[in-house]
């Protein structure tokens, strides 16, 4: 996934002619607490936070050009880089969110850190439901119930608790992955739990094939 | 994991009756773009961006109470929700961050956008390469070679990529898991070309049996 993939293309963008308090309505109106500041080809010149625009206003500055960032100190992106990059720099900056150029240094979107969250909450809202689905398909010749009663037979090994395979199966049509990885004790722990439910569903297959 | 685990403790709060000129200078100094408005219980009476502060020096207001949202209209999240609700409100509102309450509405703590970003990427941070090691030490008399062959073997069925083994050791010792699911296109493609996998390595350990 690239960042132009996450990006908001729908940004809004300030010239660094224009008035502090003409910027100040644009972004209360558009409920953004940051925009870049272009020049007449769409290339980054500055960017704005709504605090930079508070001081202006306070001080009594009149031009976005006096308050705004200079582009030395703007942490950016470019819209080809792997979307992955843009999360690394929104965390490790803490910005709620940065301008993503093309190769000409023209602003063609933003990345806000909300839409991130989105994106990487999406990920991990899969219900564990549809992994097991999947694994289903992928092991042919095994049946759900067979997937169901070893992966109870599994969790039974493993935390001593007394699930059986209809309680299983409720259980993963309500969890999430997200959630499963918080249960299991981290992402390593929940897939050797799958990889042990497989293994065990493919020795019962070809003990059966054997008779 | 609870919200209370994500939330920021070190926020910024002010009151009410504090003069909007004021809070301007204490959000730029501490760069917030929002901040709690508490009683003198620490009780949530209102929110602020600073978008509501851009508006109220435009406008010459002089008071906090004059600008804030008032309570109806704030979306607040319970230390001890799982923080997988921090995390859809944020993104379900767009928000940068939004309170957290204890029991008797007093503010706690604020989980913010980019906090959740972190803590999100750092989930998808683990390396591949572990996530195979848990997979062989799972898989018992499996070899790493054998591992690697079936995964470079499963790799060129699906993708037609005609990658070896040392390849692929090499490429999983460098991506995350974060990575891997966004190149295979989703955690359910990513889980079903790992269970591939196993599939090869235990058909080849029962041949090898059988021999």
Do not use: C
């Not at 093309?102 to 999406?122: A, C």
Request: negative net charge; without cysteine.
């Amino acid at each position: 996934m690239k960042v132009k993939e996450i990006m908001d293309k729908e940004f809004i963008y300030v010239s660094q002619d224009q008035s502090i308090e003409e910027v100040s309505i644009i972004m209360e109106n558009r409920k953004k607490f940051t925009t870049p500041v272009v020049d007449d080809q769409m290339r980054l010149v500055g960017w704005i936070t709504s605090l930079n625009v508070t001081r202006g206003l306070r001080e009594g500055k009149q031009k976005i050009s006096e308050v705004m960032h200079s582009t030395d100190n703007i942490v950016h992106v470019h819209e080809n880089n792997p979307a992955r990059m843009a999360v690394l720099e929104t965390s490790h900056h803490k910005l709620v969110s940065i301008p993503v150029l093309d190769n000409e240094g023209v602003v063609v979107g933003v990345v806000r850190s909300f839409d991130i969250v989105e994106t990487l909450s999406e990920l991990y809202d899969i219900k564990v439901y549809k992994i097991f689905k999947a694994m289903e398909h992928e092991l042919k010749g095994i049946s759900w119930e067979e997937l169901m009663e070893a992966s109870a037979i599994v969790t039974r090994r493993r935390t001593g608790e007394m699930v059986t395979a209809e309680e299983y199966e409720h259980r993963i049509k309500d969890s999430t992955f997200g959630e499963a990885i918080w249960v299991t004790g981290g992402l390593e722990k929940f897939f050797v739990g799958l990889i042990a439910i497989g293994q065990l569903v493919l020795a019962k297959k070809i003990a059966r094939a054997r008779k």
